[in-house]
């Protein structure tokens, strides 16, 4: 009865992590998926979650029954202030409904199921380009998905009046997914003031706003700096949801723990919006698992674990910031043609390189170095000893 399935494609991000996996070459290099690894390209646990699961396990009162559908209520209350901000007025009035998802994918899906059954408009505005599944999250939740221009392939920047135009003439009501920081796959962020003005046209046209928030603390490298944009659309009165992840910031990738937070306008109306939100979790996965968000609850209420762990987000960020000067500074030695400023222009994980499918598909086959076909480099997967391999295969591919 299955004769007919046919064969489905690798995923264009998780799908370069299993070419590499099958790859025997000794040279071999993952800059695909975004995800830390160290000087020696090993993945990081970071020290304070080790503390953390370690009193975990020291606690013998711990047991593992079942979460409640929205999740483990302190994780809840401490993720909400951790991107919105203790003092944020949506918080103090408890305006704010957050329920715990599987990381950001699965509360950038609850978010959109929830929107699909009770928002009046259907239509979520997306950048171009964006995070690839995006597209496939929203569709399948039911949203109709379009595009509003972001990026500007000839400054290798922001394209602001673009994005200004299109959310402009976007129909009143529309749902507008924004990257909180650290755009994926481009680098490239708006300005404070540039959000700013972000914010008043989203609110004159009265959109939704739908922030992705997966890399708070990669960008700047402080956690407050970069949910900036996300406090102040949360501050001004308007609704307007979040999805977070703890998968980057914490290294908490294989755990899947995230946040839902949906701010509303009045507290009677984030209860009833919560009591949706039950309904669409609970026929999908029932509840969250108990364990990642134990270990971030452990982290956001304790202080001195609080600050080990911003400390130790710096020095991701700042691994990452050094990445990208040693690359800059690798191919401008080497005389490889072309600006290449914008790699240590852009922030956060990735490098938007501007290296085209074909580039991408030479570099593979002859230097065994693997990224996904947009020419999207994780900088977090490269260290000090394999840039100069990167430079080889950069070069080769641009003067061929
Ligand atoms: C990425 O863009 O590489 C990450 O967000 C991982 C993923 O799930 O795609």
Redesign the pocket.
């Given at each position: 009865v299955f004769a007919h399935v046919v064969q489905a494609p690798e995923d264009p991000?998780?799908g370069v992590t299993v070419a590499y996996n099958k790859d025997p070459s000794p040279i071999k290099l993952n800059l695909g998926?975004?995800a830390y690894r160290t000087e020696e390209g090993k993945p990081l646990v970071l020290n304070v979650v080790r503390q953390a699961e370690q009193q975990l396990v020291n606690d013998i009162s711990r047991v593992k029954e079942y979460l409640p559908i929205v999740g483990l209520a302190e994780f809840n209350k401490l993720s909400a202030k951790l991107i919105l901000g203790a003092d944020n007025p949506a918080v103090q009035e408890s305006r704010v409904t957050t329920v715990q998802c599987l990381s950001g994918t699965g509360s950038l899906r609850v978010g959109g199921e929830f929107l699909a059954r009770h928002y009046h408009e259907r239509t979520i505005y997306i950048p171009q380009p964006t995070?690839g599944?995006h597209i496939k999250v929203f569709t399948w939740s039911g949203l109709s998905v379009k595009t509003y221009r972001y990026y500007d392939p000839a400054t290798r920047g922001l394209n602001f009046q673009g994005l200004l135009e299109d959310l402009g003439s976007a129909p009143s009501g529309a749902i507008v997914l924004l990257h909180a920081c650290a755009h994926?796959p481009t680098g490239v962020d708006p300005t404070l003031e540039q959000w700013e003005q972000i914010r008043q046209l989203v609110r004159s046209r009265a959109l939704l706003p739908f922030f992705d928030s997966?890399y708070q603390g990669f960008a700047s490298g402080s956690l407050d700096s970069d949910a900036q944009p996300v406090r102040i659309f949360a501050a001004d009165g308007g609704e307007c949801l979040v999805a977070q992840s703890y998968a980057k910031n914490m290294g908490l990738y294989g755990e899947r723990v995230g946040a839902l937070s949906i701010v509303c306008k009045s507290a009677d109306v984030a209860r009833r919006v919560e009591s949706q939100l039950k309904l669409v979790i609970r026929p999908m996965y029932s509840n969250p698992p108990i364990h990642g968000a134990s270990i971030v609850a452990t982290i956001l209420r304790d202080r001195d674990l609080f600050n080990e762990w911003t400390i130790e987000l710096k020095a991701m960020a700042d691994r990452i910031i050094s990445m990208r000067k040693q690359l800059f500074d690798a191919l401008k030695t080497r005389g490889t043609p072309g600006d290449w400023s914008h790699i240590i222009k852009q922030i956060g994980m990735f490098t938007f390189t501007g290296l085209n499918a074909e580039q991408v598909a030479f570099m593979t086959k002859e230097y065994h170095i693997y990224m996904t076909s947009d020419g999207r480099i994780?900088m977090a997967g490269l260290s000090s000893k394999t840039v100069p391999h990167l430079t080889d295969a950069i070069h080769a591919a641009v003067t061929r």
């Amino acid at each position: 009865v299955f004769a007919h399935v046919v064969q489905a494609p690798e995923d264009p991000i998780l799908g370069v992590t299993v070419a590499y996996n099958k790859d025997p070459s000794p040279i071999k290099l993952n800059l695909g998926v975004g995800a830390y690894r160290t000087e020696e390209g090993k993945p990081l646990v970071l020290n304070v979650v080790r503390q953390a699961e370690q009193q975990l396990v020291n606690d013998i009162s711990r047991v593992k029954e079942y979460l409640p559908i929205v999740g483990l209520a302190e994780f809840n209350k401490l993720s909400a202030k951790l991107i919105l901000g203790a003092d944020n007025p949506a918080v103090q009035e408890s305006r704010v409904t957050t329920v715990q998802c599987l990381s950001g994918t699965g509360s950038l899906r609850v978010g959109g199921e929830f929107l699909a059954r009770h928002y009046h408009e259907r239509t979520i505005y997306i950048p171009q380009p964006t995070w690839g599944n995006h597209i496939k999250v929203f569709t399948w939740s039911g949203l109709s998905v379009k595009t509003y221009r972001y990026y500007d392939p000839a400054t290798r920047g922001l394209n602001f009046q673009g994005l200004l135009e299109d959310l402009g003439s976007a129909p009143s009501g529309a749902i507008v997914l924004l990257h909180a920081c650290a755009h994926n796959p481009t680098g490239v962020d708006p300005t404070l003031e540039q959000w700013e003005q972000i914010r008043q046209l989203v609110r004159s046209r009265a959109l939704l706003p739908f922030f992705d928030s997966a890399y708070q603390g990669f960008a700047s490298g402080s956690l407050d700096s970069d949910a900036q944009p996300v406090r102040i659309f949360a501050a001004d009165g308007g609704e307007c949801l979040v999805a977070q992840s703890y998968a980057k910031n914490m290294g908490l990738y294989g755990e899947r723990v995230g946040a839902l937070s949906i701010v509303c306008k009045s507290a009677d109306v984030a209860r009833r919006v919560e009591s949706q939100l039950k309904l669409v979790i609970r026929p999908m996965y029932s509840n969250p698992p108990i364990h990642g968000a134990s270990i971030v609850a452990t982290i956001l209420r304790d202080r001195d674990l609080f600050n080990e762990w911003t400390i130790e987000l710096k020095a991701m960020a700042d691994r990452i910031i050094s990445m990208r000067k040693q690359l800059f500074d690798a191919l401008k030695t080497r005389g490889t043609p072309g600006d290449w400023s914008h790699i240590i222009k852009q922030i956060g994980m990735f490098t938007f390189t501007g290296l085209n499918a074909e580039q991408v598909a030479f570099m593979t086959k002859e230097y065994h170095i693997y990224m996904t076909s947009d020419g999207r480099i994780s900088m977090a997967g490269l260290s000090s000893k394999t840039v100069p391999h990167l430079t080889d295969a950069i070069h080769a591919a641009v003067t061929r």
